[in-house]
């Protein structure tokens, strides 16, 4: 099985884009022979993140085959509200949600300084929940990206939670996902962004297999694409069924 | 005919490359690819008489495979670096010219001038790391040179915006778009050939820094006619090169 860790559904605001209904996201994966993708509604990213759940929600009882929900979690405190101090991780569970998603560089919130991310962290390491943390939201150099030191700083101050760094493309970048992977036995790394020379075999070299989820970015990105720097990987099949499937399957509890 | 259009050879600590022409041969093989067209790194970053003289050896040991772009690491070097280009193409039997630009040293600049127009005389076209906006001041400048903006934009100086490579291009009817880039968005290529057509736009990997099967995949996936096809592949950068099939 082909389980993608880092899919999307929902509108592009920064250019059109073919698919966005999950209807169409599901003909889309369907077409690259993406058996299954975690995902989050882009309204979560860009516009409010709570309701974009609810479109993630929506779209995972419509396919649940086709969708693993994560939740995307953002401040409580906004301009029109007195912010509340909890996250309902019970009710995310019984809505079916399986892990998390952090955009901090798009909900205007800083990793480190805000109490609110302890309080996510901790709760989602409590419950085995795996955080997805994207350097950028797909591989595009003038989106907004995330600190490195930042990224780093928060694995080390939460290192029990599951995390699967997102938005990595190549050298430095890669070098710290790569030194985090080493030094962590709970960080993962999914390769959407993930494009140097023999990236995917350098990984695997220098981390094992275990802890790479194949990533696409999809409907943005072209999965296919994303797929094919996976398939053609110099690896054995155990490596590339772990990478395609398999590591995320155990990741969230469904081996 | 599939030409990579956007191949790099020699070392650069920066982008943690040491490659000869033997190894893009190695992989020019595996991919199916007919021909590479390579720049030098040391041309392209520090000396560029060393570095084309580098290319040049390795173009001797494998004529067939590897196609040459002349180099240069700046456009400061006056009359020198035009006698390079044309050592570079009398005397190496280079065909096209690189030059990256970057936010400290723009190449969008006077000094720049007599580079185009010594590439528009001599035929070669110029596949440069720039950005759209560089693109528009340097295409008003000198109109009739062959000028291919690398990685169309989808690269950080020019913030990855592809769509404003494609508007600009638009604009000259000598301004290109190369394929090769981080991005592998879904419609790209297709938002490309709809707006310029199939002839403006040419397949390249930047192989060895990024992973050439994306750079395939996203094209290979592309509906587009089998003549659109074969020129995004190939027979456009063969065209500007004057380099027959």
Redesign the interface.
Known sequence: MIYDANAFIGKWPYWPIRSSAPSQVVGELEGWSIDRAVICSTRSVFVNWEDGNVETEAAVRQYPTHFTPFACLGTLELSHVLPRHTYDFADYMSRGFRGVRLYPQHHSYHLLYEAFVDSILEDAASRGWPVLLPLRIIMNWGLPLLDLSVMEALVIRHPRVNWILSGINYLYELQLAISLMRRFPTVHLETSCVMGYTAIAKIVQQCGAQRLLFGSGAPVQHGAAALSKVLHAPLPDSDLEAILGTNLQRLLGEL | MIVDGHVHIGKSTR??IAVDGAALVRVADAMGFDKICCTDLTALFYDMHEGNRLLYEEMQKFPDRILGYASLHSTRFGQEAIDEIKRCRHDYGMHGLKIYSTPEVSIAESAMIPILEICAELKMPILAHTTPQECEYLMSAVPEVSFIMAHAG???Y????W?RAIMVAQRFSNLYLDTAS???????VE?CVAALGATKILFGTD????????????IR?TRLSDEDRKLIMGGNILRLMGVAE
């Open positions: 982008l943690q989808a690269q950080p020019a913030h990855g915006d769509n981080s991005a592998i968005d879904t419609g790209f938002a192989t060895p820094l990024l992973d050439p099967w994306p750079q395939v995949v996203k996936e």
